[in-house]
């Protein structure tokens, strides 16, 4: 799923210049754990910046320590990508544009 996700931003960035330019947000679906490294590693060994992408990481949970939902956060525009699991599959079955 993460070299999906990879793979799709690099996808945009070649399709259009004017995409890259601007900032990505990247939604966990949890805090920082291992589990997401691969796309810490992309981001300090300077691949997003290669193909001209400024990536934000997101943890889930907010500075006052309360969660959000990554499937809400790409709803309400406040991140680009999101990383998930069922949740996505059943909002995209409620027919919910994710």
Known sequence: MQKLLFGIII?????????????VVLQLKWEHEFQFAGYYAALWQG??????IDVEIKPISRKDGSMVNPVDEILNGNTHFAVGSLDILTAKDKGLNV
Request: glycine fraction near 0%; proline fraction near 0%.
């Open 11 to 23: 996808l945009c960035c070649t399709i259009t210049n004017a995409f890259c330019s601007e900032k």
């Open 47 to 52: 691949y997003y910046k290669d193909v001209d």
